[in-house]
């Protein structure tokens, strides 16, 4: 039996606050892996900027350098919204003899109870919520929490840089810049 970290999120692009959230959690939880899920149609955001494809090609590259972190393309497979619930229920016919562990930000504890078939969700997986400055932590549903060193990275933050010419060297990994900078993705000009 693995016990298996789950982060999701469009990925768009994935940079090192990810990376830093996913091996301080794995640490701490002892958890054997941490899988990167990239959406295809997150509920709660808009679309993404650059295709599925080259979202997946740079969360590979991003993880590339780590044997604990891996990629699961199991949402972008099923396409349409993505909901936790189907992506649990999924990972844990495909894997039934591991344990999942669905981590998020400090920031989506308080939204948790708003989720899609939160009740069925919070009895299929256990929640670890990444501690954060500024949000209060009184989580109505059961969360594991875990402390991590504040980076201040959005992938907003890193698209608009790109837009603008900035470098986005170490707030990416050197794969991920150098991909963008190839694809010409979020503006990017040579």
């Known amino acids: 039996m693995k016990r298996i970290g789950i982060l999701g999120g469009t990925f768009d692009p994935p940079h090192q606050g990810h990376l830093v959230m996913a091996e301080f959690v794995r640490d701490q939880m002892r958890l054997d892996e941490v899988w990167f899920i990239p959406s295809h149609d997150p509920p709660h955001k808009e679309g993404a900027v650059v295709p599925s494809e080259a979202r997946l090609e740079m969360v ?6 780590n044997p604990f972190l891996k990629v699961c393309d199991i949402e972008l497979k099923r396409k349409g919204t993505s909901y936790t ?9 495909l894997y039934a003899d591991d344990e999942f562990y669905f981590i998020i930000g400090g920031d989506m504890v308080e939204h948790l109870p708003k989720w899609h ?5 919070k009895r299929i997986v256990k929640f670890v919520g990444v501690k954060r400055p500024g949000y209060e932590w009184k989580p109505e549903i059961p969360v594991e929490s875990v402390e991590i060193p504040l980076l201040d990275i959005s992938s907003t933050y890193i698209r608009s840089k790109v837009g603008r010419n900035e470098s986005v060297r170490y707030l990416v990994p050197d794969l991920v810049n150098d991909f963008i900078k190839e694809r010409g993705l979020y503006g990017f000009e040579s």
């Open 60 to 65: 590979e590259k991003a993880v590339a350098n």
């Open 85 to 93: 619930i189907d992506t649990i229920k999924e990972l844990n016919n």
């Open 117 to 121: 078939r939160i009740e069925e969700l």
